[in-house]
């Protein structure tokens, strides 16, 4: 097979075009070619007035192969991607997995492929139940704590942008999302630059996965928390459990993935009490910005930003600072919307959700300001934890209670003023809001550096330093504060057959990279009974 770069291909191309521009390139009949699929593209917008796109492409020739990638320097030969399972016995026990986020998901669809029949542990509830809990907390305002966007079957990637494009570099990659679409997932997340499913599918996907999962010996137990980790001589022997309003329930096994999402405290909180190593992780905490989508799509593709094959814009941003800080913004949601993410009561958290369409009226983006371990104010391990509560019950109390959330147009925070008025943004945040002076509950190196930083940022994206736009507090869970330390088989040096993986632990940043850090840690523990 051969991989073919840099094509270029106009923005209403279709399937003809695309194996005729192949064809050229390769030096070939177009009837030359007996297979052709798209293996990534993405928009070039370099020239406005000239937008298109960028593609590669996977290509099997019915004659001539060699040939053809001897003459033209864009083509390769690779051969077609095939996961293999380790081939291994059955393990005494069964293993357990503590979350069911993309992390946990995917180990244990590795483990259930290889015939160990896991156990999943998830404190939340199964996702048409965990949807109906998210809505129930919009229009209420009564936070379910077990059961909520940060909480529940898929993780806290189901109530997002479901983006799956990652800095890491993995073949496994192609695995999650084959895996994906196999499920449900549009097979267009198999080729874009910037893959995404949307939070409305996703649900659906990770049904879907759950089902596979069962359908192979795989137990889910929801609604269930763990509680504590029996180690003997120095190895896992079991997981206890509070599930169904009863406590210390024991589930032996010699092999835990503890793939706990970054806002599982009470399992940190645990974690420490029982001396498993960890350490603090400098995380980013902030705002959501939001526009109006209309005005990114324009700046990001000029006058052609309404063809249908473009979509909603996104954008990137990331600037360093006099002050010595980074600014940037993290899981931007095109036509999206600022969704109340809050866990535990009394605190209150922001995040960005899109559809698969991305056809809402505003654009939001994380805002973050990075946070050292210096800022922590304390050598504890959960210094950092403990300074995103106080950030969130000071969002909370900015707000007024309820989890409403504090809201400042970007035009008062540059001249250092409470809002009082919106202008063309209208705020999504779906509890409500309260127009203020984000400084109430921000710290000044944090206001500081958004003045600062979305002054800079405009000079890169014309219109983000935009007056009406607006930003709403508090943006405090991008990542862990902690990172549960492991060793090189992934394992925790003070008990075998404990796997810290996942961003709770400290090792991912998205979807994506949780899923390929979950395959690893199943494929270590069948290696460990290889035959």
């Given at each position: 097979m051969i991989r073919l770069n840099d094509i270029s291909l106009p923005l209403d191309y279709d399937e003809s075009t695309l194996k005729k521009e192949a064809a050229k390139k390769l030096r070939t009949d177009p009837d030359n070619i007996q297979y052709i699929t798209l293996y990534r593209r993405s928009v070039d917008a370099r020239k406005k007035g000239q937008l298109h796109f960028l593609a590669s492409a996977d290509i099997r020739l019915i004659q001539g192969e060699k040939r053809a990638v001897s003459a033209c320097r864009n083509a390769s030969a690779i051969n077609e991607y095939n996961y293999v399972l380790p081939q291994c016995r059955k393990l005494e026990k069964r293993p357990v997995i503590i979350g069911s986020g993309p992390c946990g998901l995917f180990a244990a669809l590795i483990l259930a492929r290889a015939g160990q029949s896991p156990i999943i542990i998830e404190r939340g509830q199964d996702a048409?139940?965990?949807?109906?809990?998210?809505?129930?907390?919009?229009?209420?305002?009564?936070?379910?704590?077990?059961?909520?966007?940060?909480?529940?079957?898929?993780?806290?990637?189901?109530?997002?942008?479901?983006?799956?494009?990652?800095?890491?570099?993995?073949?496994?990659?192609?695995?999650?999302?084959?895996?994906?679409?196999?499920?449900?997932?549009?097979?267009?997340?198999?080729?874009?630059?910037?893959?995404?499913?949307?939070t409305d599918k996703l649900r659906?996907?990770?049904?879907?996965?759950?089902?596979?999962?069962?359908?192979?010996?795989?137990?889910?137990?929801?609604?269930?928390?763990?509680?504590?980790?029996?180690?003997?001589?120095?190895?896992?022997?079991?997981?206890?459990?509070?599930?169904?309003?009863?406590?210390?329930t024991v589930i032996e096994t010699d092999n835990i993935v503890l793939a706990v999402g970054h806002s599982a405290r009470d399992t940190l909180e645990m974690l420490a009490s029982k001396g498993i190593p960890m350490e603090q992780k400098p995380f980013a905490a902030g705002v959501r910005i939001e526009h109006l989508q209309e005005n990114i799509s324009r700046a990001q593709y000029g006058e052609l930003y309404?063809?249908?094959?473009?979509?909603?814009?996104?954008?990137?941003?990331?600037?360093h600072?006099?002050?010595?800080?980074?600014?940037?913004?993290?899981?931007?949601?095109?036509?999206?919307?600022?969704?109340?993410?809050?866990?535990?009561?009394?605190?209150?958290?922001?995040?960005?959700?899109?559809?698969?369409?991305?056809?809402r009226?505003?654009?939001?983006?994380?805002?973050?300001?990075?946070?050292?371990?210096?800022?922590?104010?304390?050598?504890?391990?959960?210094?950092?934890?403990?300074?995103?509560r106080r950030l969130e019950e000071n969002a909370y109390a900015l707000g007024g209670g309820g989890y409403k959330a504090p809201v400042q147009r970007v035009c008062d925070l540059l001249q250092r003023q409470a809002s009082s008025s919106l202008g063309s943004v209208i705020p999504s945040y779906t509890r409500g809001y309260t127009l203020t002076d984000l400084e109430g509950c921000l710290p000044p190196f944090i206001t500081d550096s958004l003045r600062e930083g979305i002054l800079l940022m405009d000079k890169r994206l014309n219109g983000f330093a935009d007056g009406d736009a607006v930003l709403t507090a508090v943006e405090s869970r991008s990542s862990s504060p902690v990172r549960?330390?492991?060793?090189e088989i992934m394992q925790s040096p003070a008990a075998r057959g404990l796997y810290p993986c996942g961003e709770g632990a400290g090792y991912a940043g998205g979807i994506t990279s949780a899923a390929v850090d979950g395959i690893k840690a199943a494929e270590i523990i069948l290696q460990s009974t290889m035959i």
């Open positions: 048409d139940r965990r949807a109906a809990d998210v809505e129930s907390f919009r229009r209420t305002g009564i936070l379910n704590t077990s059961s909520n966007i940060q909480f529940g079957e898929g993780g806290a990637g189901t109530f997002s942008d479901g983006k799956l494009n990652t800095g890491i570099k993995d073949s496994r990659i192609r695995q999650v999302l084959l895996d994906f679409t196999a499920h449900g997932a549009p097979e267009e997340i198999l080729y874009l630059a910037k893959p995404h499913i949307g659906n996907v990770v049904k879907n996965i759950r089902k596979t999962i069962v359908s192979l010996g795989g137990e889910y137990l929801f609604g269930a928390k763990l509680t504590d980790i029996l180690i003997k001589s120095g190895r896992v022997s079991g997981a206890v459990i509070s599930c169904g309003g009863t406590d210390g309404k063809h249908p094959a473009l979509g909603a814009a996104d954008y990137k941003l990331a600037v600072l006099p002050n010595g800080r980074g600014l940037y913004t993290f899981c931007m949601c095109p036509g999206g919307t600022v969704v109340a993410a809050a866990s535990e009561e009394g605190r209150l958290v922001t995040n960005g959700m899109s559809e698969f369409a991305r056809d009226t505003n654009a939001n983006s994380a805002l973050l300001v990075g946070i050292n371990t210096d800022d922590f104010g304390s050598s504890d391990v959960l210094a950092g934890m403990r300074l995103q549960i330390i492991r060793n």
